[in-house]
């Protein structure tokens, strides 16, 4: 099954997740009746963390986001940070869906949620966009590449967001929570890759230049709504891991996609890209400089970034794995992420030894 198959749109309710719907639409009826009557619910197939459903009512879909029930991880699946920033990136007109109602109330569903618009458009569920020609291609990378350099270039304050992380020692924090999050879940089991990695990070990370920004976290082109006809990002998508950060830390982690093997989400490492239209890694971490006005990083800072973010991406692996353990994992694919935290931190480690 191709990875759009399998992603894509809303099925059944997974068992696990189902929700008290007499509470739901007594809620909805309360705090949210211009929505009209509720009508159906489904799951979507895609995302990791956080359960998320469409809810078909009486004006249309809308789309529930929630927590998930049981024990969780300290900090993990925030959805009111989510709410939080996408609120204030709507009103400064970055494409993301508008937000409708939070509910804090975990005695409704069993874990906080919120509702947001549903946007309907294209999402690429494949990295290499493989429905497109050449140029349509190409466009939608220029795309994806400018809305990442917009986002990097908002002003915090002038935003409402300058409460919304600590700025400054962004990757010190950052590989300071994620090695912990890594070390304190015992359900998931130790890797010596990602040992090495803890020990490694906190010893060349670069000096802290002062950049900040609203970062996202997670951006890549299946977390963005493409208009059905056009390189248009209508909106980007899942904010769980968004904060005050490093803009580049941010970047590099987008740049991922072009060192993660194609059956890793959102990687197409050993693509054709001269014959797909897609530019080069070079290229287009250059275009996000000019674009940010920014000197691109040396080859030993890159060095670091990629290894940072892959040892990111496999805690978030590892976080997965603990998850099924738990029996808490959202996503029907959850096992295959899991499969796969071996073999990316070891993608990781040998970042650590290129000198590219």
């Given amino acids: ?58 004006t249309g879909a809308c789309v529930l986001r929630r927590k998930p029930t049981g024990v969780v991880l300290k900090g993990a699946h925030a959805v009111e940070r989510e709410f939080k920033v996408i609120s204030a990136l709507r009103q ?27 946007v309907e458009g294209r999402i690429f569920w494949t990295p290499t966009l493989p429905s497109l020609t050449p140029a349509q291609r190409s466009a939608h990378f220029e795309t994806l590449n400018a809305t990442i350099a917009r986002l990097h270039a908002l002003d915090v304050a002038a935003i409402g967001l300058d409460d919304y992380g600590r700025p400054g020692n962004f990757f010190a924090r950052q590989i300071a929570r994620w090695s912990r999050q890594y070390l304190e879940d015992d359900l998931a089991g130790r890797d010596p890759n990602m040992d090495r990695l803890v020990a490694w990070l906190p010893e060349h990370a670069p000096p802290d230049d002062g950049s900040v920004a609203v970062v996202h976290g997670d951006f890549r082109a299946d977390n963005a709504v493409f208009a059905p006809d056009r390189a248009e990002v209508r909106a980007v998508l899942d904010w ?10 941010d970047f590099t982690y987008h740049l991922m996609m072009y060192r993660l093997p194609p059956h890793m989400i959102g990687g197409f490492a050993g693509a054709d890209l001269t014959a797909l239209g897609i530019p080069t890694e070079a290229d287009y971490l250059a275009a996000y400089c000019e674009r940010v006005g920014r000197t691109p990083p040396t080859p030993q800072e890159l060095r670091f970034y990629m290894a ?38 070891a993608l990781a480690w040998a970042q650590t030894e290129t000198t590219s």
């Fill in 308 to 345: 940072f973010n892959m040892f990111r991406l496999a805690a978030i692996f590892h976080g997965i794995k603990g998850r099924i353990a738990r029996g808490t994992a959202s996503s029907v694919h959850a096992q295959t992420m899991a499969d796969n935290l071996a073999e990316l931190a």
């Fill in 240 to 249: 769980e891991l968004s904060t005050l950060g490093h803009p580049m830390g």
């Fill in 92 to 118: 400064a007109d970055f494409p993301v869906p508008a937000p409708l109602a939070l509910c804090e109330d975990e005695a409704v569903i069993g874990s906080p949620f919120y509702l947001m618009e549903m």
């Fill in 1 to 58: 099954m191709s990875q759009q198959a399998a992603f894509e749109g809303a099925g059944p309710i997974r068992a696990g997740h189902e929700l008290p719907l007499d509470q739901l639409t007594d809620w909805l009826r309360r705090h949210a009746p211009n929505l009209g009557e509720l009508q159906k619910v489904s799951q979507f197939n895609g995302g990791q963390s956080n359960p998320t459903y469409r809810l078909d009512t009486a």
